[in-house]
């Protein structure tokens, strides 16, 4: 008997409005994550909740900038009535699909920008380049199912039907996309230890930190958590 009611349905494909030939633009659409009328996020320094202001497609959960003390949000600030929210570190994920998933992965991936306060998803990229031992196994099921099928073929008359279902068969390998939070602010800021980063995994999906991978970038370039001169655009 909750009051509470979705203002979307979470995580379903986005269909652009009719109305405009401009709401076809990301910034037009609906936010990615299963936000609530009641969705809100609290100040870390001056403790005061704010709702989400214009939570879009490009701006998952808007812009997070106190609008009394003018500090963005950070990894210190809590994030209310959204389901899911699993803080992380780092700035490299590997998310492993379930097996016979295409993809792309619908666990979803955000970081909110320390200086500005802009809030961004990372969206996944296809590793195309199986790992040798997956290449080894994978043509050895082909050369094993292609001789099963063609001894079955001799021994039971099977119809040209029946082989290619067997052909047909989704692939056993857990498909592999890579998340990076490399791609910079509108700010011109990186993603770095301060910013609020965090994951919404979906069910059947895996998700693992990439390690060893440290570049320059975990060094936060001109970061100012003040964000004092900044302005309020979004
Ligand atoms: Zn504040
Ligand atoms: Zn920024
Ligand atoms: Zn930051």
Redesign the pocket.
Known sequence: MSMKQFNQPPLTPQTPSPTTSSSTHPSHLRSPLPLWEDSSWKCWRCNTAHPLEHPSAVRPLGRMRCRLCGKAA?YGSDIMNIDGIIPIEGEQFMVSLPIGDAGPPRTLFVWV???CGRSHVRHAKNVNVPTEQGMERECEKETLGKRLINAVKKLAHHSDEQEEEQLNEPSEVRKLFKIAFDKECKCH?L?????LKFKIEAEGEWVAQEIGQKSSRTI?RN?N?DGDMEEMER
């Open positions: 950070h920008c320390c200086r800021q993603a770095c230890e301060t910013c936060p970061c958590c």
